[in-house]
């Protein structure tokens, strides 16, 4: 019996597409052994390691839109507030803790003070969670101890290192692709800028690590924005749709993880 290894990227609204690919997964019997997410990666991974399956969460986080205006508030730190996102995570986190998911879970985050990237896989995972998602200017930090943590996406936006001792098959999901052309998303043009431009930068660290996957799910998703969250059902298509494509692989990793 193989163990199966699921890692998530980052990417605002474009994280629905990894619940496109979830649900592929699920369709062709896999369920992961380990799963480690950064930023709205870590959102999907958190809950479905939590229990829940991919309609509930893909109807959850439509429900209750995080980058939503009655979360916006005019802070120095932060645009938006997490009390939301916190309230959804706290509600459907079960014991809220590492120790207690269905799946070996890991969560990436930032620690602005020590310049590093950190990867959480024991302790409260809430808190870790929402310091995974909380995108610079548009969220403030996470305090944690005296720790101060941000998106984890902005030094390891595919954290596959820790699947890579844990899990013989790894398949990674990638919902930033980079192609030509720029198209405004939003009212808040500067916020698309920025975004293109990180994944711009961030795009040779990340596809350096796609040897070590057996399989690299690679969404293409540049009409998205950051914030599309009214488009989560047309990203969450894209998603299984581009994961459709690899199914009779998927099947092959189903079998290798029951023999």
Known sequence: METIGYVLSGGGARGFAHLGVMKVL????????????????????????SGKKTDEILELMKKHNYFGWGNLRWRTNGFFSMDLLRRILTENLGNNDFAST?????????DLIKAESVIY??????DIVIASASVPALFEPVKLG???????GVLNNFPIEPLMSTCDIIIGSYVNHVSAGFTKHSFFESVDILDRCFHLAIARSVYSKVSNCDLFIDIPLNGYGLYDMKRADEIFEIGYKTASLHREKLKDFSFRQKA
């Open 26 to 49: 699920e369709e062709v019997g896999i369920k992961p052994y380990a799963m480690s997410g950064s930023s709205s990666g870590a959102i999907a991974a958190a809950l479905y390691a």
């Open 121 to 126: 896989s024991s302790g409260e995972i809430a």
């Open 146 to 152: 005296n720790k101060l943590l941000v998106d984890g």
């Open 102 to 110: 269905n799946i070996k879970l890991y969560i990436t985050v930032t």
